[in-house]
């Protein structure tokens, strides 16, 4: 469904991302996976076309696209779902789940929010989904985070996500509630919904997924499918590289450090 | 819809790590039952004081004919309720979208200066400036509402300015245009229009043997305006934007609410709402005095508070800014029946601000409780 090849983005004289491909197919789970400032975020934001590659193409259903905003991405069916979940607390399930896009009955001055079809709507898309919400009346802030998350992948979904594009959705969450969302990606994956799933996480990503991108310092470590790694392998070449990073940035400083104190005490 | 009834389809494919078993509701939350559901309700707090309030001064009252339970006792606060309500509904609508209008009760003064100059000394046909009032009203609430979405200034100390500007003009204007008088008064009420522009705003209706006066129309206003207002608020889109606007702008505007719109339509709102009642109180008594509704704007906000209405915006009812607005009213007058120092009332106001206030807080944290 959708297709990256080779893209790149510098800012300034940071580079990013540099040569990046991936793909994902309809009902299939891509895992990109990486450190803090791998390039995860940039990677998001240039597939939810919040700004273009500087270099590299984007591919929707074989055919190159150039985006010119988040409208033109999710027009073409691309949903990102971002941590804050773009969802307002203080008010209803059913309020939240058609905000910004509710449905209306009536016409001229009579044109009115359709709350009895908002409100069934609600019920159903999250019962189809297996989202236990005692009462769509019930504030989103009562609701807790894996429940949340759940009500965003459904609201996405229900507004035509082809693509979703989950930015760290397990990450700020209990075992248990990152299960029940794991659960989620599954059954889009199911209704063919093509997902691209980000996460520091090879326990969350492995189980779900069908191929994994690798990221590390805006590289990439390469694609694999399923098939091809284990998820030794996989917790393996996120372990390695980041301890090794760890490594080199401690070699890094630590001697430095020691040496200025050094230098201090006995100026001192 | 609970999906202890619906058996869902299990996981077919990648089990995940350890979730909860289908179906299992966390014991630890009670089932909400009637009495949770409409203790969420915003306004109840509010409809519970004013039931209160009322039979308290009902019981205060210490007119000899105890009138405080006739239709003169009604009309009296109700009448004041609609002058505090017809406000303090779309003030309490902006407050759910985030905002305040400081320059409300200026406006309310100063559009009925307007009319008075419009009319008595430019000798405009009533109806002609009953319209530029509107207009006038509806182009301050953009202004005011277009600086604090462009500004990002805290709409407090813009309207807070708006207000300085008003008041000055109103005390200032009319002192220029009278030769030194503070009130502008109408020396001739023949001229056109004024007769039906008073029917239909500043007249009376219903008067019987209780009440030979009848109740004032301002009266009918205040429940066009409330029902309105509900209306808006509960079965709109744009009810439903004024909630986001107020609750998560970011959010709002991440999933396409058009936020700078909304709150500029809500400044409009308020300062359109002011011309009315600067249109009824001119058309009503034939004339506007100087400093006229300076500090009113508290009065509205806190009857907006009292009905329910967050101050940090997203949450409360135009239905509970009516009822805060009825208290006020009931306040005021049923004091006055008691036969105390009306005095007493900014007391009064202080206390069931503050009642208001620590409910609102408790209400706030119970639909926040579950954050994670």
Redesign the interface.
Known sequence: MLEVRGISKYFGSVNALSGISATVGAGQVTCVLGDNGAGKSTLIKILSGVFPPDEGEILVDGDPVRFGGPREARDLGISTVYQDLAMVPLMSVWRNFFLGSEPTKGWGPWRRFDVEKARELTSRELAGMGIAIRDPEQPVGTLSGGERQAVAIARAIHFGARLLILDEPTSALGVKQAGVVLKRIVQAREQGIAVIFITHNPHHAYPVGDRFVVLSRGTSLGEFAKSEITREELIRLMADNAELEALAHELDVVPAALGVEADEDTAG | ????S?P?AG??????????P??A?DER?E??GRLT?SL?RPELGALLGAVVVFVLFGVADSTPQHLWFTQTGFESWAQQAAFFGIMAVPVGLLMIGGEFDLSTGGMTGFTAILMALLIGQLHWDAWLAVIATFAFGALIGALNGLVVVKSKLPSFIVTLATYFVFRGMSIGGVLLVNHGSTELSLTNPNGGGIGSARAVFGSSFGSNAGLPTGYQTAIIWFVVVTASAV?LL????F???I??VG??A???R????PVARTKVLLFMGTSTAASLVGVISFLQTYSAVSEQGVGYEFYYIIAAVVGGC?LTG??GSALGAALGACIIGMAFQGVIYAGWDSSWNFTFLGVILFLAVVVNMLI?RR??????
């Open positions: 819809m609970t999906e202890m619906t869902v996981l077919r494919a990648g089990s995940p790590p350890a979730g909860p289908r179906g509701r939350l089932p909400a559901r969420r209306w509960s079965r709109t889109r009810g439903n934007w909630y986001a609750g998560d970011n959010a709002a991440n999933v396409g609410v967050l997203g949450y706030y639909a926040n409780r579950a954050r994670r």
